[in-house]
Each structure stands twice: as C-alpha cells, then as structure tokens.
C-alpha cells in the first residue's frame, strides 16, 4: 500500500489558479499510476486526470483539457494538479488516488486514496 496526502485546496476566484499536490509515502512511488479525482456537492466522485508511473503519458477528463495539467516528481514522491481558468463547476474536493496496475479513468480500479483536499471557486 501507499500512503497519499493531498494539499494545495483553498479558495480561489473564477479565472484564477491553484495547485494541489499529493504526497505518496510507503511503496515505491515509480510503480504507481497516480489519478485525480474530484466530488462535488451532491455529486459522485469523478474523474479528472491520470499520469503513468513512467510519466511518458496523461490523460484528462473532457471538461479539464486546457486548463489542468497532471504531474509527477519522483525525486519528491509527489504529483501535482496545476489548475488553471478555474470555473465555478470545478467547486469539489479533490482526491489524489494510486494504482499498481491501472492506467484510466475507472474510479474502482483504484485502492489507494487519499483524504482530499477542498477547492472552492467563487463567481
């Protein structure tokens, strides 16, 4: 298993940026595809953006192309969310989720999450 912590939520006008991070401990942080995730008030938790463990690939949810960009540090064991011309519906908490295997946007293919971290876009 590995450890995921998220930070880097807060609020933020419409237009504006945030970058969120997620901090992996205990397994090796190279064997993991690592994927955002966001729930929003009312809503299931969804889909927002996955990186190979390789880092050589990214893939986004419709709604975030062009505006986020997913990354990874494997020095600092970290993965990073840069969001830009953030919109009110992008209002959730963000989660930070792991897999050995999998690389794509099927939330019960991964068992390792992290607690979120709350993004609030104001109009």
């Known amino acids: 298993q590995v450890q995921l912590v998220e930070s880097g939520g807060g609020l933020v006008e419409a237009g504006g940026s945030l970058r969120l991070s997620c901090a992996a401990s205990g397994r090796t942080f190279s064997g993991y595809h690592m994927g955002w995730f966001r729930q929003a008030p009312g809503k299931e938790r969804a889909f927002v953006a996955v990186?190979?463990?390789?880092?050589?690939?990214?893939y986004y949810t419709n709604s975030v192309k062009g505006r986020f960009t997913i990354s990874r540090d494997s020095a600092k064991n970290t993965v990073y969310l840069q969001m830009n011309s953030l919109k009110p519906e992008d209002t959730a908490v963000y989660y930070c989720?792991?897999?050995?295997?999998?690389?794509?946007?099927?939330?019960?293919?991964?068992?390792?999450w992290g607690q979120g971290t709350q993004v609030t876009v104001s109009s």
């Open positions: 990186i190979k463990r390789s880092g050589s690939s990214t």
């Open positions: 989720a792991a897999s050995s295997y999998y690389y794509g946007d099927d939330i019960t293919r991964y068992n390792n």
